[in-house]
């Protein structure tokens, strides 16, 4: 299979467009970035995460879809091949590890979304409050039976999917159905902006205060920033490996984090009038989504058809997300490891389960385990902060360290511009100069100083 995989290709420049977007776009940009805009005051964090997307982001994409095109390999495969040395497979090895990480916490906050589908449907949220919303959530969050039962369902389609693989299925699906996702979010930050009192919203979204910024904040911008954009962790590099030879890499990387950041900015501007339309908290952590979408269809009519739309829209995002972060498990363990591609989903959900428990019955302070703290996070925080903050952006750094200072910039030249097909020399001249000082040493600079070694 492995073989035969890496030497299928998108078959259009659209396709591989539209593949990638499907992997970026998820939880990240409906649930996460909206809470951490939230929590990390604004306007300033969102100017932070933009220069982390320019500066960082698009050039680990480009540097991630040329080992991938150039190997035509997995994440673990490609290093090998490529690397003069075997010891740069250890980027392989940490994405496998944050693969897991992820999804440790990823398949419950998506069991979250598959139950809000069917909550709204039965009518739960029909002229609802603001505060029966959040009696709502606690039911849905703290369980402990039902979170577990919708992380299991999540598990098994995901399952499914990967044991079909199928792929061409899984590009139509995304191809038809996120733009319609696109077009509910619009209507969602429509109606949001039309609610009394959303210019507070918008104002706490755009209005840039650098007074709130702090080291930390900085990290996590940079953490949202390689979760959103699926970097990091081999991702793109096995997408990569799918590209066709005349594929503009450049063009493609920029496009998908510029769609990317819109579907988040939209996700934004359907939020935040809301929590300030109603009173709400900006810092109310991961139940935001949860908290506001109910009640920006709350008065409407047929509102309860429209919500069950959202978020059946969006567990399909988290659903072709989360298909892109377990292929790097099973193509690792089928290709290097011998073992079946059914076999290798079956162990991989296997153990998301198990382990992801102790994410789900951590996810709130009422939570059987919300509780217990290791290193001061919970199980869910854990999981999240090392994947995001730490082992994302240690991977990004030895990805440029890789392609900037170990391989040849004439080589980069040749792949990024198509065997010379593309006169496109000064944009990868730019790119090459971000890859090889800018975001090596942002990159350096902001983990060393989140780790204590070095102050800002
Ligand atoms: N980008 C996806 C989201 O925003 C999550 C994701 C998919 C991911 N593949 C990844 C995150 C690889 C990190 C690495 O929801």
Sequence with gaps: MGNRAGREKFSTGLA????????????????????????????AFLFIYLLCVIFVG????????????????N???AFQ??????????????????????????????????????????????AISAHSVEAELTK??????????????VLIVVSVVLICGVKRGIERVTKTLLPVLFILIIICAIRAMTLPGAFQGLYFLFHIDFSQLTPNIILMALGLAFFKLSLGMGTLITYG????ENNNMITTAIKVALSDTVVSLLAGIAIFPTVFSFSMETGAGPGLLFLTIPLVFSQIPFGNILLAAFFFLTSIAATTAMISIVEVLVAYLSEEKGMSRTKAV?????????????????????????DVHIFGRTFFQLFDFTSSNVILPIGGLLIVIFVGWVGAKEEFRYELSNQGMLKTDWLISIFYFFIKYVAPVLLAVVFLNSIGLFRI
Excluded: H
Aim: glycine share 12%.
């Design 16 to 43: 591989a467009f539209f593949a990638t977007l499907g992997s970026a776009l998820g939880l990240g940009n409906i649930w996460k970035f909206p809470y951490l805009v939230g929590e990390n005051g604004g306007g």
């Design 58 to 73: 698009i050039p680990v994409m480009i540097c991630e879809f040329y080992i991938g095109r150039k190997t035509r390999k």
């Design 75 to 77: 994440a673990v495969g």
């Design 81 to 126: 091949k490529i690397g003069t040395n075997p010891a740069w497979k250890i980027i392989g090895y940490l994405g496998v590890l944050s693969a897991y990480l992820i999804m440790f916490f990823y398949s419950c906050v998506a069991g979250w979304v598959y139950s809000y589908v069917f909550k709204a449907l039965k009518g739960d949220f029909n």
């Design 140 to 153: 849905a969050v703290v369980g402990p039976i039902s979170p577990l039962f919708w992380q299991l369902v």
């Design 241 to 244: 490996s799918y590209f066709t």
């Design 346 to 370: 079956i162990f991989n959900a296997t153990l998301i389960m198990f382990i992801g428990m102790l994410a789900t019955l951590s996810a709130d302070r009422a939570s059987i385990l919300g």
